[in-house]
């Protein structure tokens, strides 16, 4: 499900149909901006993620419509949203606003009707004012993003449909770190909701500075003296930058810009768009990690094959290439590299206390889910995604690597730039709360590894 919009204005094509501008507009950014992107290995063996047995949410929830254990409910309103968020427990605090055009509906989106996404640790779902279907997107534990549309039209069988080509077009590149994958973008959007490409576009996760966020989104929360591009339309397609966007800092409510009454929720949530792009990049580098091990492997085992090589034979091509998805994912949960935050931020909704509550917490009552808002985003630098299912099935050979270089860096062995943000109150309840809340990182292994790092 694509979070932001990607389709340019071409003011002096007026002439030329809307459909050929939108499809021009999508080559240009995902072969030029993103680099030429070729026929994904992800096709194809190890992971065949075209015919490969999916094992997500939505594949499970379609399981227990075929056997009659859930039922989706059809609202006038909304349709199915209300019901599938409940079936699929995504809270409705969660919703953030996109009035940049996008997804498979782009016509149905402009500032007047944003969009909405709502969202969990494994789902994201889009919601837009009259549209024809709900979009789905599920993290796969093995096959990472996977599509899906539902039928607001109300019938007897509610069933989604799996969808692959229309959204791996965007979904499938380099943005994405060549992975089926998810985009949060911001952008300068006019009035109409095309972005203007002119002024620049930026893909965003936790790293990205907090000023140059939520262009084309609805923002709503206080944020003291920073700066940010939410709420903002553009009036004139010659502005240059610095925009004034003084009018859409600090806002708590909506309703002079739009019908908020149309949605679930009438905000969009600051801490809420946080998590979202904290976590989009995070699902990408864990789906990356375990592509990457797997094709490794299998093209190893080809290898060994085909030279009369023992199966076991282990190359350095091999070793290298897990180890730097490894590393990568690594600097990611642990939030190398994070924008830093000037003035306390505070959302709109009730998201964070149940964002909050979702985790298992320590003997002392901490969680890698409480929020710091003052100087971070979390009170404890570690990603909660590691409670996931996409890290559990990580390869092992990955998986061993990642735990390895976690345990170096929590236990103060590692301390090179990259991890300079961690100090030294940080690493030791990040540590502590592993050991006590995630299986595979246990007490013995880290004290067995320090006592071994002492007699060095």
């Not at 932001?4 to 995902?30: C, H, K, N």
Request: hydrophobic share 35%; net charge negative.
């Amino acid at each position: 499900m694509k979070t932001s919009t990607e389709f340019g204005r071409f003011d002096v094509l007026q002439s030329i149909p809307q459909w050929i501008i939108l499809v021009v507009a999508i080559m240009t950014i995902t072969f030029v901006d993103a680099g030429l992107v070729v026929a994904q290995d992800y096709e194809r063996e190890p992971i065949n993620y075209l015919t490969a047995f999916t094992d997500n949410p939505v594949s499970l929830l379609e399981t227990r419509l075929e056997k009659g254990e859930a039922h989706l409910e059809h609202e006038d309103r909304s349709g199915y949203l209300k019901s599938l968020l409940k079936e699929l427990d995504v809270p409705i605090s969660s919703q953030v606003l996109v009035f940049s055009k996008t997804s498979l509906q782009r016509n149905r989106i402009a500032p007047r009707t944003p969009r909405a996404i709502y969202f969990n640790d494994e789902m994201y779902i889009g919601f837009c004012q009259h549209g024809e279907v709900l979009e789905l997107s599920a993290v796969d534990p093995s096959l990472g993003a996977v599509f899906y549309t539902l039928s607001q039209e109300a019938t007897d069988t509610p069933k989604p449909i799996r969808q692959n080509d229309n959204c791996l077009l965007c979904h499938g590149s380099s943005n994405t770190r060549g992975v089926p994958g998810h985009l949060v973008r911001s952008v300068y959007v006019d009035a109409g909701g095309l972005p203007v490409l002119s002024m620049g576009t930026q893909r965003v996760d936790h790293s990205s500075p907090i000023e140059k966020r939520w262009g084309g989104w609805y923002v709503t929360g206080t944020h003291g003296n920073q700066l940010h591009l939410g709420n903002l339309v553009i009036t004139s397609t010659r502005q240059a930058e610095p925009v004034d966007n003084s009018a859409g800092q600090n806002m708590i409510e909506l309703d002079s810009r739009f019908k908020t009454s149309a949605y679930l929720s009438p905000h969009s949530d600051l801490v809420a768009l946080m998590v979202l792009e904290h976590q989009a990049e995070a699902h990408n580098l864990l789906t990356r990690a375990s592509f990457q091990t797997r094709e490794a492997l299998h093209a190893e085992a080809g290898l060994n094959r085909d030279l009369k090589e023992p199966r076991e034979h282990r190359w350095d091509s091999t070793t290298t290439r897990i180890k730097h998805a490894s590393e990568s994912l690594v600097k990611y949960l642990l939030f190398s590299g994070e924008a830093p935050i000037t003035s306390k931020l505070q959302g709109t909704t009730t998201f964070a206390d149940e964002f909050s509550h979702r985790g298992p917490r320590d003997s002392k009552g901490r969680s890698l889910r409480d929020f710091d808002l003052e100087r971070r985003l979390f009170k404890y630098p570690c990603s909660y995604l590691i409670y996931s299912r996409s890290f559990d099935a990580i390869p092992a050979e990955a998986k061993e690597i990642v735990v390895r270089r976690m345990w170096e860096v929590l236990s103060g062995v590692d301390r090179s730039r990259e991890f300079a943000h961690l100090s030294d109150d940080d690493r030791t309840a990040i540590l502590e709360i592993l050991r006590e809340t995630k299986p595979g990182f246990p007490a013995e292994w880290y004290e067995a590894k320090a006592e071994e790092q002492s007699l060095k």
